[in-house]
């Protein structure tokens, strides 16, 4: 599975666009790029998932460049609630062996 | 939106004692996962469970932990003789099918060992 390296924390404040980049030079051609998030005592909950170019749902948009060496989380305009940690997951996660492997994550502190 | 849940939310147990921690996947999925997280630590891969057996499991899954999925709605993760460093949170976590399909994860039980 690709390493992954991404910023160990972060702060921004409500109302901003928060952009978490994560790196992972070493990614395969069928590897996916996965991002969760997890509050505290919770456990990890699904954000978005891409392979190439842009994708958006209604909570965060994530780019992929064509080198697809790194990718970016994008979170329009958090508010205090998006505090949390965010884990960039990277692997093809082949067929009924799909274990995810977690980095240390990016710590998001957002401020009022 | 149907959801993973686990029982009990926090379970305090005597060193040497066997627990269990139980967990309801979601109805449809087919995968199983167990997790933990030591406080302040990574979230680390424990067991992959399809088809009625272990798919993968890691080196922290010794002969002390066992699983099993009773009947068609529980998972179950059994520690047989808990140890001090088995404190932490255990999550459970299941998936409609394989292959890159999201792993949906339940809030978790935190087991305390004294």
């Known amino acids: 599975l690709a390493k992954t390296t991404q910023p160990i924390s972060m702060d921004s404040y409500e109302g901003q666009e928060v952009n978490i980049t994560c790196s992972h030079n070493?990614?395969?051609?069928?590897?996916?790029i996965t991002w969760y998030q997890q509050f505290p005592s919770q456990g990890p909950r699904f954000i978005i998932q891409?392979?190439?170019t842009k994708v958006t749902n209604e909570v965060a948009s994530l780019f992929i460049p064509a080198d697809r060496k790194s990718s970016t989380l994008s979170l329009p305009r958090v508010s205090l609630s998006d505090t949390a940690v965010y884990y960039c997951?990277?692997?093809?996660?082949?067929?009924?062996?799909?274990?995810?492997?977690f980095g240390q994550g990016t710590t998001l502190q957002v401020k009022p | 939106e149907p959801e993973v849940t686990q029982t009990p939310s926090h379970q305090v147990t005597q060193m040497g004692q066997e627990v269990i921690l139980r967990c309801v996947p979601i109805s449809n999925h087919l995968y199983f996962y167990w997790y933990r997280q030591i406080l302040g630590q990574k979230v680390e891969f424990l067991v992959s469970?399809?088809?009625?057996?272990?798919?993968?499991k890691s080196e922290i899954f010794d002969d002390q932990f066992s699983v099993e999925r009773p009947d068609g709605s529980n998972f179950t993760l059994k520690i047989r003789s808990t140890k001090l460093e088995d404190s932490a949170m255990y999550f459970c976590?299941?998936?409609?099918?394989?292959?890159?399909?999201?792993?949906?994860f339940g809030d978790g039980t935190r087991l305390s060992i004294l």
């Open positions: 976590a299941s998936q409609v099918t394989g292959g890159g399909q999201p792993q949906h």
């Open positions: 070493n990614i395969a051609t069928n590897d996916y």
């Open positions: 891409g392979y190439k």
């Open positions: 997951l990277v692997g093809d996660y082949p067929g009924n062996t799909g274990k995810l492997i």
């Open positions: 469970f399809y088809n009625n057996e272990i798919s993968e």
